[in-house]
């Protein structure tokens, strides 16, 4: 794919490129020269040796002659000129801030195909742009140097540009050329950027381009058309992806509005027998079956929206045309704000699930509780639970279908590449920017009535303490089995703190009703039974007297994600196999009978 392809696929028939190299009229370069006056001295131009002389006591008047002197040459060395001063600069920039030479600029013109006419100098730019906008410029693209090298106050002057475009309703493509950028920082480059333009331009797509790609002293023409091509894509892609954004905000508002209207007409009555018994039913708060109602319509249309809307297909098949261009250099991590989208669409967080009071389901995660002595100073442990989701569920009534789930442990994954043994899995995502593997072969029995303190916890801590209160805002089974739950480790606390001189003893004869797996490999000794620890701290640290079982809930995979596990468990269990295989050790071999009665002794 040429470049002319390349823009094609953006959609752009024209490029527009604004840069202080387009400096080409006597009065342009002039001011050039006189706003930076130190840099010309250094250049030893002798033609204007007198004219910066008389700069030094009348900068007006020296500013004028420069301009005159620069009038009466050949346009061969008016060119010489810029292209001296351009060199002289780049030795007051660090190396890395190379300005680029004329011929290089000239090379990336004609190979976007640059007329004469669009190379514009920043002097005079604003009406001709607004002029393109007015008459619509989605079919162009805006190659815009970042600094106009006529003093430090025009060091942005290329968003200047940006912010007009923006004002003007522009529909074209934003490239900024920059040195201060390399192609491996542009898109950081993007971000700073962005940001400096919070406020003024909220959401204008906007493609840095390095100018050290467009260098020519480390390769020749074909690398700068590569570099090119490059940088049409990551434009495209910016592009693509910004105007399917725009017309997904206007679905979500759209159908939000729609959802809220429908939901609105229902009669109280109905909604109190659909939604509010329904909830109760199931085992959740009242505004879950709204939110479900909710996440459905919106989810629905954006679907939709990206199934039939010509302006986001349009988009769609931009992106697959430009799969024809690879991108180089790929950084090795996914990008933080991908690796938001995705923790949000596999993992519901702690802050969201215990201060809800959300009762516990197949895919909470549980970890050790690092507030405790006894596990402060252990590994990092994880733990999933398992179970069928409509058993496990705790109803209005305080019933569940069961009383027992599996609890299996998780572990970060070293060897990225090591496969899978048949009773392991390999989570299909990351936590904590980490692989894990749920250990099949590890999974206990746990029980669900001691788990459930954990949803009495702002916390989620399973934990019981002295005077822990029922709090506020219990979904109906939660309020029912409070009581259930807690009074006999409020009885249990008490005789331990009562036992002074030996506050296990009274834990003995409760020892089954503490006892949370019925296995105990290393991954579950520390929190196979519970226990009984003392008051302590002081301040905002103190801590009542307590039966804990050492874990805390610090999260929850979401379905389909944590049915994989449960399915992938379920597999490993019915798994049929014999006990041994009697045909590893090969036969033992027997001699021929013939063999050996020809080899005995005669009688």
Known sequence: MNIEEALACLGSTRVIWIDDHFNDT????????????????????????????????????????????????????????????????????????????????????????????????????????????????????????????????????????????????????????????????????EINLRQTLEGAVPDMPLCVVSKERLTTQNGGEHDVEEALRVAIKRAGLKRSVHEVLNHARQTVSRSFDDAMQSLLQVPPEQLDKYAVERAYKEGVSEMHVIERALTAHISQQIRVLFGTDEHVLKSTQRLRTLRGIPLKNLPDTDHRNLTAFRDAEVWETEALINSGFAQIACGDVFEFDKTEQKTRDAGPKRFVLLAQPCDIGLRSNGKREIQTAVLAPLKAKQDLAKPDNEKEYTLPFMLDDKKWVCDLRDATPV?????????????????????????????????????????????????????????????????????????????????????????????????????????????????????????????????????????????????????????????
């Open 447 to 603: 029980k669900l009535n001691i788990l459930d303190l954990a949803s009495f916890r702002a916390d989620g801590i399973v934990r019981f303490d002295k005077v822990q209160q029922k709090p506020p805002g219990l979904v109906p089974g939660h309020d029912l089995i409070f009581a259930d739950r807690t009074s006999l480790f409020g009885q249990i606390v008490g005789l331990c703190e009562a036992d002074k001189a030996d506050p296990d003893r009274p834990l003995g004869p409760y020892r089954n009703e503490l006892q949370l797996t019925f296995a105990s490999p290393n991954a579950f000794k520390l929190i196979e039974n519970g226990g009984y620890q003392g008051s302590d701290g002081t301040g905002e640290k103190a801590r009542d007297a307590r039966i804990t079982w050492y874990l805390k809930r610090c999260g929850r995979i979401r379905m389909p994600f944590a049915s994989a596990i449960l399915d992938r468990y379920v597999g490993v269990v019915n798994r049929q196999a014999f006990d041994v295989d009697y045909m590893d050790n090969p036969p033992r071999k027997i001699e021929p009978q013939v063999e050996k009665a020809a080899a005995a002794p005669a009688v």
């Open 26 to 189: 006597p009065s342009l370069l002039g001011d050039m020269l006189a706003d930076n006056i130190e840099i010309t001295q250094k250049c030893g131009f002798e033609e204007l040796g007198e004219a910066i002389t008389q700069f030094k006591y009348n900068e007006e008047a020296g500013r004028s002659a420069i301009i005159h002197v620069l009038a009466g040459l050949s346009k061969e060395r008016q060119s010489e000129i810029r292209e001296v001063y351009f060199r002289q600069e780049d030795n007051a920039e660090p190396a890395a801030e190379r300005e680029l030479s004329g011929s290089e600029v000239t090379n990336a013109c004609d190979l976007l195909k640059i007329a004469s006419e669009d190379r514009w100098p920043f002097d005079g730019y604003e009406k001709k742009l607004q002029a393109l906008c007015e008459i619509g410029d989605a079919e162009i693209s805006y190659m815009v140097d970042l600094k106009d090298s006529r003093g430090e106050a025009n060091d942005k002057r290329g968003l200047d540009v940006i912010k007009l475009l923006y004002n003007s309703g522009s529909k074209g493509t934003a490239f900024i050329l920059t040195h201060e950028a390399s192609p491996d920082t542009e898109s950081q480059t």
